[in-house]
């Protein structure tokens, strides 16, 4: 079935970096647009990031623009989200998303001094 494994959250000083990593298993991996979305305490999750599929395009919320990068490696049936210059808004549970509906555990990620 379709398992979706994220990691690299963690606690970081705001202007730190950090990349997420999304091990993705039980389709083929190079054949799906996939994303990340956060979600904040007390907020809805909402759509950080894209990747289409054969292209590569990519899309960003503009809250991330010039930040994050999204990538993926169809090799490694991984994803991944490098996030620099991060703030204190940044703050939240990152997932992994391959449609239609599937979604990972997600992993935490805290920006704080």
């Known amino acids: 079935q379709v398992q979706l494994v994220e990691s690299g959250g963690g606690l970081v000083q705001p202007g730190g970096s950090l990349r997420l990593s999304c091990v993705a298993s039980g389709f083929t991996f190079s054949s799906y647009a996939m994303s990340w979305y956060r979600q904040a305490p007390g907020k809805e999750r909402e759509l950080v990031a894209v990747i289409r599929s054969v292209s590569g395009r990519t899309n960003y919320a503009d809250s991330v623009k010039g930040r994050f990068t999204i990538s993926r490696d169809n090799t490694k049936n991984t994803l991944y989200l490098q996030m620099n210059s991060l703030k204190p808004e940044d703050t939240a549970v990152y997932y992994c998303?391959?449609?239609?509906?599937?979604w990972g555990q997600g992993t935490q990620v805290t920006v704080s001094s």
């Open positions: 998303y391959r449609p239609i509906d599937y």
